[in-house]
């Protein structure tokens, strides 16, 4: 049974900084690309960040580049987004996700198999 679970999230303030990890098991991570989409009420998942495990190659959505990086921890099959710079704006559900895509479809959220359960980046007021 493939699991992704996440952990991570809460309360931040502007400027603040903060990681999500996502573990994953079940699977032969190797075989697969794992992603982070982000959502907000009424929207579509966004993209967010992707990592191939065989060959560690990242792809970032534009918007994000030079606040989040994505990385690997190979031996616990987990991975890691740590976002810098916060703003409300990222304030979002954000999913871990496994998946095959092409080259192509990096970053369509329907090349991707597996889900986590998502978590919370709010800002406190």
């Known amino acids: 049974q493939v699991q992704l679970v996440q952990s991570g999230g809460g309360l931040v303030q502007p400027g603040d900084s903060l990681k999500l990890s996502c573990a994953a098991s079940?699977?032969?991570?190797?075989?697969?690309?794992l992603a982070w989409f982000r959502q907000t009420p009424g929207k579509d998942r966004e993209f967010v960040a992707s990592?191939?495990?065989?060959?560690?190659?990242?792809d970032y959505a534009d918007s994000l580049k030079g606040r989040i990086i994505i990385v690997g921890d190979y031996a616990k099959t987990t991975m890691h987004l740590q976002l810098n710079s916060l703003q409300p704006e990222d304030t979002a559900i954000y999913y871990c996700?496994?998946?095959?895509?092409?080259?192509?479809?990096?970053?369509?959220?329907?090349?991707?198999?597996?889900w986590g359960q998502g978590t919370q980046i709010t800002f406190s007021s």
């Open positions: 996700a496994a998946g095959r895509p092409t080259l192509t479809s990096l970053r369509y959220e329907s090349s991707y198999l597996y």
């Open positions: 079940g699977l032969d991570a190797r075989d697969y690309r």
């Open positions: 990592l191939g495990w065989n060959d560690g190659r990242t």
